[in-house]
T-cell receptor, first 107, second 112 residues
Framework: GIQVEQSPPDLILQEGANSTLRCNFS?????LQWFHQNPWGQLINLFY???GTKQNGRLSATTVATERYSLLYISSSQTTDSGVYFC?????????FGAGTTVTVRA | ETGVTQTPRHLVMGMTNKKSLKCEQH?????MYWYKQSAKKPLELMFV???????ENNSVPSRFSPECPNSSHLFLHLHTLQPEDSALYLC???????????FGQGTRLTVV
């Protein structure tokens, strides 16, 4: 099956800092999603981005499908941005998840 | 009610018990999924139902039994579980062939 690698595994930020999370995948994909898992376990949809660039407030994402990677940018981080960020890709009508990046934003 | 709703949110059960997890989606989607998230491991796909037909079973032990009575409801029946089955169980839905998935809040299961 398709392999999904996320980096870094852990990220500690000071409030207000910017950061970039990366997702590499091993095969061509039909779909790529970024999620934020809140402390209660729910996966919150951030972006549906099989290719191109999207922005939503302080978050933006870019997927370069031909080079098999996606980036999630967090700008002016806030403590509420803490949690685990997952990348998930689909190439067979089902999502395969990376191991996630745990982000801790300190006040 | 909006989105994907899972009940119960927390469940503690003994190894000899029988329980069921419930998932309901209000998005009009035609596919539903069960995922398992164990500590320190990526989410693992357990089952996929598309148009109420099971289309994927990822080598899940028979002590987990899914049921999809209609396109809005999905159940996971549990019996004679093991402590290593303790995990967060997440339900999701999508509108196939689009696989943009929306998740419920999850059920945190503890097997004692």
């Amino acid at each position: 099956g398709i392999q999904v690698e996320q980096s870094p595994p852990d990220l500690i930020l000071q409030e207000g800092a910017n950061s970039t999370l990366r997702c590499n995948f091993s095969d061509s994909v039909n779909n790529l999603q970024w999620f934020h898992q809140n402390p209660w376990g729910q996966l919150i949809n951030l972006f549906y981005i099989p290719s191109g660039t999207k922005q939503n407030g302080r978050l933006s994402a870019t997927t370069v499908a031909t080079e098999r990677y996606s980036l999630l940018y967090i700008s002016s981080s806030q403590t509420t941005d803490s949690g685990v960020y997952f990348c998930a890709v689909d190439n067979d009508y089902k999502l395969s998840f990376g191991a996630g990046t745990t982000v801790t934003v300190r006040a | 009610e909006t989105g994907v709703t899972q009940t119960p949110r927390h469940l503690v059960m003994g190894m000899t018990n029988k329980k069921s997890l419930k998932c309901e989606q209000h998005l009009g989607h035609n596919a539903m999924y069960w995922y398992k998230q164990s500590a320190k491991k990526p989410l693992e796909l357990m089952f996929v139902y598309s148009l109420e037909e099971r289309v994927e079973n990822n080598s899940v032990p028979s002590r987990f039994s899914p049921e999809c009575p209609n396109s809005s409801h999905l159940f996971l029946h549990l019996h004679t579980l093991q402590p290593e089955d303790s995990a967060l169980y997440l339900c999701a839905s999508s509108q196939r062939p689009n696989t943009e998935a929306f998740f419920g809040q999850g059920t945190r299961l503890t097997v004692v």
